[in-house]
């Protein structure tokens, strides 16, 4: 049988079938349509496993049309949206179906929910889980959102305890609150709020204290544990120690903490605020040695945008924390010179595998035909697709330009622009 599409690459062809790759090899026979990727880096599909497209509630922040798209545009077929910031959070299985359904109608690519944890749903950890959460956030600091409260370490412990019994990972924001809302308090009080104040309010030491506590109530309870967006070298070291002590741990960081550091948040200001904060040279080069040696699985945009007036104020601790990447993940990785095979594990392979994504993540005979072909020798700036302008990775030049990105068979994005207007999938885990 002719297949619907061969992609031609230097060293192996892949033929697809519907929805599927139905083989893989070299001088595969042609197809009904062909493409000439030979001079292209091929990649399965980019699955962004932490997103805030806030929708439903907020989606003038940022929807699931236009975040999908963007995602699209950076190579992406899959995201896993977080609780917050949509309006209200996913913390029942009643939000988590509005959630859904939102993000059904609108959204370019596939897409997974993470459910939340906070104090006061622990008894609804099952019914999200029945629904088909992947797992459930946590913050263990001030989230910035009064609906979505931190989680005690009562909560984290009992939370942990029912998503190990669910089989379910939790996922934390791993800083401490009270070294970081016991040092931002003291700053204001003595009348500072300039960026030097808000990255003293955040030390390496309330992230790797956090890290720490959270790999102990995980060891105790049996749950798999996410640290999402470690931001230091100290941080990925600690947790390594938990994992080695026992806790079934997995790694996350960001593109804007292997490419920024404070020096540049001091340069740029608002645009590059996020919490945990970019921090100093040494502790970044640190981080990215441990990206570049396996020693983080998974890369994560932490795609958090917001509309540009809660970018500008002059209290910079009001400033809202979040930088908007989703479409900059894989030109980032490229541009820094990490090897293909490694950004393939740590944006499509482990992200599949640690959240339970099935036929995803490989290119391989029998999965999903999520592809993504990127010419690693071009440079650009390409137009954001997300909502607002408001990113440091704006007019930014990068290498690794996307060409292609392929959902489940069909071309989304292809040269610069949408290809295709149908709609993606919930994947339920």
């Not at 945990?276 to 040695?289: G, I, N, T, Y």
Request: proline share 5%; aromatic share 6%.
């Amino acid at each position: 049988m002719q297949a619907d599409l061969v992609i031609r690459g230097a060293q192996q062809d892949i033929a697809i079938e519907g929805e599927y790759i139905v083989a893989i090899g070299p001088e595969l026979p042609g197809g009904r349509s062909e493409i000439d990727a030979t001079k292209l880096t091929i990649l399965p599909g980019l699955i962004d496993a932490h997103v805030h497209f806030n929708e439903p509630g907020r989606a003038d922040w940022e929807g699931a049309a236009t975040g999908s798209r963007a995602l699209a545009a950076g190579g992406g077929t899959l995201f896993i949206d977080m609780p917050l910031n949509s309006a209200p959070c996913t913390v029942t299985a009643a939000e988590f179906d509005k959630k859904r359904a939102a993000l059904e109608t609108a959204s370019l690519t596939d897409f997974a929910l993470w459910g939340g944890l906070i104090p006061s749903n622990v008894q609804h950890l099952a019914e999200l889980s029945e629904r088909g959460a992947i797992g459930f956030k946590a913050f263990m600091s001030n989230s910035g959102l009064p609906e979505f409260p931190r989680a005690d370490d009562l909560t984290l412990y009992e939370g942990m305890r029912e998503a190990a019994r669910l089989h379910r990972p939790i996922a934390v924001h791993a800083e401490s609150e009270e070294i970081t809302s016991g040092i931002a308090a003291r700053l204001v009080a003595e009348g500072r709020h300039d960026i030097r104040a808000f990255l003293e309010s955040r030390p390496v030491v309330a992230e790797v204290e956090a890290i720490r506590r959270a790999g102990g109530l995980a060891r105790e309870t049996g749950c798999a544990l996410h640290i999402v967006h470690i931001s230091s070298g100290r941080g990925v070291a600690a947790a390594l120690e938990a994992r080695a002590l026992g806790a079934d741990i997995s790694l996350e960081t960001c593109p804007h903490y292997l490419f920024f550091t404070e020096e540049d948040l001091l340069k740029i200001g608002a645009l590059a605020k996020c919490a945990p904060p970019l921090r100093s040279v040494a502790e970044r080069d640190e981080l990215l040695r441990c990206a570049r040696h396996g020693e983080i699985d998974i890369i994560g945009s932490d795609h958090s945008p917001c509309p540009p007036m809660m970018k500008d104020y002059d209290n910079f601790f009001e400033i809202w924390g979040g930088i908007a990447g989703v479409q900059s993940t894989l030109q980032v990785l490229f541009h820094l010179g990490f090897d293909p095979a490694r950004i393939a594990a740590t944006t499509a392979k482990n992200p599949a595998r640690r959240f339970g994504l099935p036929h995803r993540g490989v290119i391989e005979v029998g999965n999903f035909a999520d592809v993504t072909l990127i010419d690693p020798n071009a440079s650009a700036a390409p137009e954001m697709l997300h909502r607002h302008r408001v990113s440091p990775y704006a007019d930014r030049v990068l290498k690794g330009v996307v060409k292609r990105t392929i959902r489940r068979g069909v071309t989304i994005f292809a040269d610069g622009a949408i290809a295709d207007q149908s709609k993606g999938q919930f994947v339920h885990a």
